[in-house]
């Protein structure tokens, strides 16, 4: 069988730092998360998976605009029309969203519950998913700790919103650890909540797929999801991630200690810009430069930084093609 896992959508949370830059593509940036989850269902058609799994956060939990849910509703009808299936769990931002409960979704989609581990069997396909929604926006529990036995004869799979152990940056919900996961015996363990992406171990397998879309300076390079086959006999054959985003930040340093000219400095600036421009592909990229090293252009640099900031961007929208 072939399935996806996603995790932390966060549908129209704001790509924040752009707003003051002239020109820089707001609206587009703000359209961002949505469509990066509508890469996630063509992939899903694309490939003609069995389901599809969300590790939480689909929503983000201030956020009241209900056109966000009809949205999430209507993707999912996508799937339903080509017999695909669905298992979400909520995570620290569902449990807090209005949104997540008021938009009726379509019948192919199980939202697993929150007062305890409940599992979903399929003899026909050959797997049980296991899993547990928040219940409020902070779970301090080990939720997994409450996860079924497995089921024998099935590929069982694991669907869990946790930082495990603690992750930098992200707050320590549903705290457990790799060896009490893997002590489950499950073939896989969806987990969701830490934006990076990580495969914390193979064979009982246990995968972070990171956030759909990033959406700030500090949520770098290509985000997506994991595309895995598996059958309960074999356990899991493969784990490939697949970029979904269509937006990308990176950040750049330009080491000027050798350089000796303007013109010099510049030919690196470019040459740097067109590397990271080709391999985002057609996406927006939204570029944080750095210069620095020990050089000699130093006293013309710090002269006047307004107008060398300028030259800079002058040079990268030119070697960006605008």
Excluded at 65 to 85: E, H, K, S, T, V
Excluded at 145 to 174: C, F, K, M
Excluded at 246 to 253: E, G, N
Excluded at 274 to 286: F, H, Q
Aim: proline share 3%; net charge negative.
């Amino acid at each position: 069988m072939r399935f996806i896992h996603c995790a932390d959508l966060h549908l129209d949370s704001p790509l924040r730092g752009l707003e003051r830059y002239e020109g820089a593509p707001v609206q587009d940036m703000r359209e961002a998360t949505r469509r990066s989850f509508i890469n996630i269902i063509d992939l899903a058609l694309e490939r003609e998976v069995d389901f599809v799994l969300i590790a939480g956060d689909v929503f983000d939990g201030d956020l009241l605009d209900f056109n966000a849910g009809l949205f999430f509703a209507n993707q999912l009808r996508r799937l339903a029309d080509a017999d695909i299936r669905a298992f979400i769990i909520r995570g620290n931002h569902d449990a807090m969203s209005k949104i997540s409960k008021a938009v009726p979704l379509p019948k192919n989609v199980h939202v697993f519950k929150s007062s305890k581990p409940e599992t979903v069997v399929d003899e026909l396909l050959g797997f049980a998913i296991h899993g547990q929604s928040f219940a409020t926006g902070v779970v301090t529990d080990d939720l997994s700790a409450q996860y079924p036995d497995v089921h024998s004869g099935l590929l069982n799979i694991g669907l869990l919103h946790t930082a495990l152990a603690g992750r930098e940056g992200h707050e320590s919900y549903a705290p457990t650890t790799p060896e009490k996961l893997a002590s489950k015996g499950y073939h896989y363990w969806a987990l969701g909540h830490v934006h990076n992406r990580e495969i914390v171990r193979k064979n009982l397998w246990i995968v972070f797929p990171g956030n759909t879309q990033g959406r700030h300076a500090r949520e770098l390079g290509e985000k997506g999801c994991m595309v895995v086959e598996g059958d309960a006999e074999e356990g899991i054959r493969s784990v490939e991630f697949v970029a979904t985003d269509v937006a990308r930040w990176q950040h750049l340093t330009i080491d000027a200690t050798e350089v000796a000219t303007m013109d010099d400095l510049q030919e690196a600036v470019q040459q740097a810009v067109r590397g990271a421009v080709l391999e985002s592909g057609d996406r927006l990229l939204a570029l944080r430069l750095s210069i620095g090293g020990r050089t000699s252009l130093h006293g013309k640099l710090a002269g006047s930084p307004e107008n060398f900031r300028a030259d800079v961007c002058a040079w990268m929208n030119e070697a960006s093609g605008g």
